[in-house]
Nanobody, 125 residues
Framework: QVQLVESGGGVVQAGGSLTLSCAAS????????VGWFRQAPGKEREFIAS????????YYLNSVKGRFTASRDSAKNTMYLHMNSLKPEDTDNYYC??????????????????WGQGTQVTVSS
């Protein structure tokens, strides 16, 4: 089992920045990938970004490229989503997710086995 604890959500004005954190604990893997998703009530979950731990290879949703950056801190076993130039349409509940099967590392939207509890991001206009 892997436990994911998210933090960093909040309320920010349009054009502002937030950094979400996802701390992982539990079972260890030689390599893994972490994805970030968002979902509003009644809507489908949307992929935003993913990053592979060992290589740092990252994938992004087109609408967040250049504004959002995924990163990781090996010492803290924590992944981050740095969000800049936030827009009201970025308002959502954000989730991190974890996968340890390398067959899915090249498929950023699928293959996740564990999910965080979610953190709310609200961008006011």
């Amino acid at each position: 089992q892997v436990q994911l604890v998210e933090s960093g959500g909040g309320v920010v004005q349009a054009g502002g920045s937030l950094t979400l954190s996802c701390a992982a604990s539990g079972r260890t893997f030689s390599d893994y990938a972490v994805g970030w998703f968002r979902q509003a009530p009644g809507k489908e979950r949307e992929f935003i970004a993913s990053i592979t731990w060992s290589t740092g290879n990252a994938y992004y949703l087109n609408s967040v490229k250049g504004r959002f950056t995924a990163s990781r801190d090996s010492a803290k076993n924590t992944m981050y989503l740095h969000m800049n130039s936030l827009k009201p349409e970025d308002t959502d509940n954000y989730y991190c997710a974890f996968k340890g099967d390398p067959r899915y590392f090249g498929s950023p939207r699928i293959g996740y086995d564990y999910w965080g509890q979610g953190t709310q991001v609200t961008v006011s206009s």
